[in-house]
């Protein structure tokens, strides 16, 4: 992998240009902390059912990259130790810290089966602060956990992007928006996200089809969670669909597809496009950003984090039956 092979991601929550992608769009590079790479390897090396239920619903993780910064050419090179260019040209607190970023996580890259992703950001827990934060921060977060959602809820709005049919780009609905609304604004907040028809938005019937996975998905990572002792402070639920009805349709039939059919045609058709990259995905959800995600044998699981997935669970319900009476 050469320099030239990273682009940027879509990028929706987070404070930081500290996500890349690989030109392919296939893998993400994100800067990391010790935690959160501790987070990774235990679940890739975890036996315990438990844990290893919790696989399908994060990001596949392959490994890390050790970041050089300046790029030297005389530098030597291997497998392990590739050169990347800077994250960022005006560069941050957190890209200025050497000392606690000296690599990357390579992950996949949720958005790479979808051609139109509409991805959503939703901050989890009701807790903001990491145990060793400093008092100030410590102070700054429980304020802003009040004054959001997220202490009565479990979950913030981060941010979320919706493409738009008419100019065919996505619009980004920033960061002030979720902190500024009440729970009882999250119906409308939801209704961005999954807007019906018109200039956004997929046909009703097929938007319903998505929720309704969608909605089992989120369970079962409820149910996952559950059983867990961990903390996740500040992780969040990444949810992504695709806009493209066509493709969106494609998608959904070839998740329902009946496995038997599919053996009979992989013998007669030949490899084609779906089996390079992948069939096209409907949505996907996932669980994201661990930097402060820690196991807590004896603690029980992260009850302000199932408060949120509740909220969650609760909204995906009444915008079903929302959708459903249009
Ligand atoms: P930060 O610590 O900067 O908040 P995150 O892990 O939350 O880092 O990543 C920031 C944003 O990057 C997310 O809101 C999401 O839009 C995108 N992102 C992160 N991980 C992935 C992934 N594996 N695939 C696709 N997009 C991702
Ligand atoms: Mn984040």
Avoid: C
Avoid at 86 to 100: A, F, G, M, Q
Wanted: net charge negative; glycine share 6%; no cysteine.
């Amino acid at each position: 992998m050469t320099t030239e092979n990273i682009a940027r991601s879509p990028q929706i929550g987070g404070h930081t240009d500290g996500v890349l992608a690989t030109e392919d769009d296939m893998l993400l590079i994100k800067q990391a902390l010790p935690v959160e790479l501790q987070f990774y390897r235990a679940i890739a090396a975890a036996s315990d059912p438990q844990i290893t239920a919790l696989r399908p619903w994060i990001p596949r993780f392959l490994g890390t990259l050790t970041l050089q910064g300046e790029i030297d050419p005389d530098a030597p090179t291997s497998e392990t130790n590739i050169p990347v260019k800077p994250l960022s040209e005006s560069s941050s607190s957190r890209n200025d810290n050497k000392d606690e970023f000296g690599f990357s996580l390579v992950l996949e890259n949720l958005t790479h089966p979808f051609s139109k992703p509409n991805i959503l950001d939703i901050k989890l827990g009701t807790v903001l602060y990491d145990e060793n934060a400093p008092p100030d921060k410590v102070a700054r977060m429980i304020k802003t956990a009040e004054t959001t959602t997220t202490l009565r809820t479990g979950m913030r709005l981060t941010a979320f992007q919706v493409y738009d049919n008419a100019s065919g780009d996505p619009v980004l609905t920033p960061k002030t928006y979720g902190k500024s609304i009440s729970a009882e604004q999250l119906p409308e907040g939801f209704e961005r996200f999954f807007p019906v028809a018109g200039t956004q938005g997929l046909p009703a019937p097929l938007l319903l089809q998505i929720l309704e996975l969608l909605r089992e998905d989120v369970q079962d990572i409820r149910d996952v969670l559950a059983d867990i002792e961990l903390r996740m402070i500040g992780a969040s639920l990444l949810i992504l669909y695709e806009s493209d009805a066509a493709r969106a349709e494609e998608g959904i039939k070839w998740m329902l597809r009946d496995p038997d059919e599919d053996e009979q045609e992989s013998e007669d058709e030949d490899e084609d496009d779906e089996e390079e990259d992948g069939p096209p995905r409907p949505y996907d959800v996932r669980l994201i950003d661990f930097a402060h995600t820690r196991f807590t044998a004896g603690k029980g699981p992260d009850d302000g984090v199932l408060l949120g997935l509740d909220t969650i669970l609760d909204q995906l319900d009444r915008r079903m039956a929302a959708v459903r009476s249009i």
